[in-house]
């Protein structure tokens, strides 16, 4: 036994008990800068959410990375230069929207980049006649509040297990192989070739063929990594609310029991997706990453997931579609998975689902590197 053993809480310890055979100690977090070279206000941030922080300036500000840094091609090293007065802008407004938020909001989250800017470079000052008084469209808020005539969650939840076969066939679906293909956003993303692996024990791995390499997200029901060519850490031990995403992700797969995937759950309004009325719920996990579920008010499936992390510098969020839903050992799946986040898009289209095979063990494993 390590030192770092006697330090775990009582938590920890517990589920060191539980899990039999495994290292689930979590790993120590691989922070922003312990791999980048200047990193001076984003500091104590693991540094998959400093690699989420610069999706979301590049989304609050309408850019890309190269309009704060330089070119990129000579590799990670390039974005440490300081040359680009954007960047060094950008690095002020991140103190300055910590001070507003602090003085003014009682150091609440309210003021983000995005608040401000809005997906462009420089803040809007004066409203605009000629459009005052068209319909706007309004974003809805992050946080759902619980709506008054709202359905209860349990009436929400039991008509989306219903809507995929019911609980005796969930429970009879141990686990699934399934292939397809996953197409990024863009018009040279080529479809390539996709894996999922999932068990309903709650682990979970998919893998994307891409050209320079496997491209892989690993669960084991405890532990997950991502592994992928051309980034600063080539496989990277996820943590906290990063491992909490996995963890959602594993339990959407095989939805016997969603009610205990999140907690504090929260039914909102109803609302419109895709001109398909949806019911809005919403729960937070353990750690606090919050999830926005939308179920199809006719069909009674879950067609989007919205789930926000933590940062600094705001929420960064994941969205997840839902489509296609076909019927596999008796219970409805989604073929179609859009994920999106803050620079990129994924679609995933399956072609075929293999249900109840025995998967080895180590495919819910640490991933290998991919090529250099
Ligand atoms: C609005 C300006 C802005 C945009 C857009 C932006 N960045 Fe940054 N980036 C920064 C700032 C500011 C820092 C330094 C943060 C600090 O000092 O804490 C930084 C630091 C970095 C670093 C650390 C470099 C080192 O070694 O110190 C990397 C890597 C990076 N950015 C990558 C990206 C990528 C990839 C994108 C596009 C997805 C991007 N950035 C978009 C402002 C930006
Ligand atoms: C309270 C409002 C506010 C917030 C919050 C805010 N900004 Fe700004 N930002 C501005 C204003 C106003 C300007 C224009 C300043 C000027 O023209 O001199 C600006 C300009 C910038 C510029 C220079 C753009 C250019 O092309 O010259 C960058 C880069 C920038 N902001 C990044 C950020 C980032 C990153 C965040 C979040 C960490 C952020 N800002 C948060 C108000 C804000």
Same mark, same amino acid.
């Given at each position: 036994m390590n030192c770092a053993l006697f330090a775990c809480s009582l938590a920890c310890a517990l589920s060191l008990a539980l899990v039999q055979g495994q290292t689930v100690a979590e790993p120590k977090p691989v922070l922003a800068e312990d791999v980048f070279k200047n990193v001076q206000v984003l500091k104590g941030i693991t540094v998959n959410r400093f690699m989420e922080t610069m999706g979301l300036f590049s989304a609050a500000l309408g850019m890309s990375c190269e309009d704060c840094h330089t070119s990129s091609d000579t590799g990670w090293q390039a974005y440490a230069a300081d040359t680009n007065p954007r960047k060094r802008t950008a690095r002020r407004m991140i103190t300055m929207m910590a001070t507003i938020n602090r003085t003014s909001f009682g150091g609440r989250q309210l003021i983000t980049c995005y608040t401000c800017h809005r997906g462009s470079d420089r803040p809007i000052v004066t409203?605009?006649?000629?459009?005052?008084?068209?319909?706007?469209?309004?974003?809805?808020?992050?946080?759902?509040?619980? =709506?008054?005539?709202?359905?209860?969650?349990?009436?929400?939840?039991?008509?989306?297990?219903?809507?995929?076969?019911?609980?005796?066939?969930?429970?009879?679906?141990?686990? =699934?192989?399934?292939?397809?293909?996953?197409?990024?956003? %863009?018009?040279?993303?080529?479809?390539?070739?996709?894996?999922? =692996? !999932?068990?309903?024990?709650?682990?979970?791995?998919?893998?994307?063929?891409?050209?320079?390499?496997?491209?892989?997200?690993?669960?084991? %029901?405890?532990?997950?990594?991502? !592994?992928?060519?051309?980034?600063?850490?080539?496989?990277?031990? *996820?943590? %906290?609310?990063?491992?909490?995403? *996995?963890?959602?992700?594993?339990?959407?797969? =095989?939805?016997?029991?969603?009610?205990?995937a999140l907690s504090a759950w929260r039914v909102g309004p109803s609302d419109t997706l895709a001109d398909r009325d949806v019911q809005v719920v919403q729960g937070t996990t353990p750690g606090g990453v919050v999830a926005t579920l939308y179920f199809d008010k006719e069909t009674g499936l879950l067609v989007r997931q919205v789930r926000y992390a933590e940062s600094p510098v705001g929420r960064i969020p994941t969205q997840i579609d839902y489509a296609d839903y076909r019927e596999v050992a008796g219970v409805k799946m989604p073929f179609r998975l859009t994920v999106v986040w803050l620079d990129g898009q994924d679609t995933i289209q399956l072609t075929a689902v293999q249900p109840n095979v025995a998967i080895d063990p180590a495919m819910f494993r640490k991933p290998a590197a991919p090529p250099p």
């Open positions: 409203p605009n006649l000629s459009t005052l008084y068209l319909e706007k469209i309004v974003d809805p808020p992050d946080i759902v509040a619980p =709506f008054p005539h709202a359905p209860s969650i349990d009436l929400v939840l039991d008509t989306f297990i219903r809507a995929l076969g019911g609980a005796d066939r969930l429970a009879r679906l141990t686990s =699934f192989v399934a292939t397809g293909t996953s197409a990024g956003y %863009g018009p040279e993303s080529e479809p390539r070739k996709f894996e999922v =692996f !999932a068990r309903a024990s709650g682990a979970r791995t998919t893998i994307t063929h891409t050209l320079d390499g496997d491209s892989t997200t690993a669960y084991d %029901g405890s532990s997950g990594w991502t !592994a992928a060519p051309h980034r600063p850490v080539p496989v990277l031990a *996820l943590t %906290g609310q990063d491992l909490e995403g *996995l963890k959602l992700d594993a339990q959407l797969s =095989f939805p016997a029991r969603i009610k205990s």
